[in-house]
């Protein structure tokens, strides 16, 4: 069974900074690509960072320039450094990642989501 646990969100002030990691867990051959993704109220959720296991990242618009992505593939965990936070920034943020599990095909696994608040 593989699990995807994230940590890291809270309520922080416009301009602050937060981490959010995400864990997997299991019984894991590979891990492809990971990313976060992030859904506010009403909306639908879209992708705001994204890493491939060679390291290559990419970016929604909103947030270049003050979210980093990365991951340390030893410890099967992906990060977002987040900066200069803003109210837009308020959802729930979901880890993903693609991963072949002991005998089975590569999978699109998602956590449960952390809720990152950034009041004004």
């Known amino acids: 069974q593989v699990q995807l646990v994230e940590s890291g969100g809270g309520l922080v002030q416009a301009g602050g900074s937060l981490r959010l990691s995400c864990a997997a867990s299991g019984s894991i051959f590979s891990i492809n690509a990971m990313g976060w993704y992030r859904q506010a109220p009403g909306k639908q959720r879209d992708l705001v960072a994204g890493i491939t296991s060679a390291g290559s990242t990419n970016y929604a618009d909103s947030v270049k320039g003050r979210f980093t992505i990365s991951r340390d593939n030893a410890k099967n965990t992906v990060y977002l450094h987040m900066n200069n936070l803003k109210p837009k920034d308020t959802a729930v943020y979901y880890c993903?990642?693609?991963?072949?599990?002991?005998?089975?095909?590569?999978?699109?696994?998602w956590g449960h989501g952390t809720q990152v608040t950034v009041s004004s």
């Open positions: 993903n990642a693609e991963i072949e599990a002991a005998g089975t095909a590569e999978y699109d696994y």
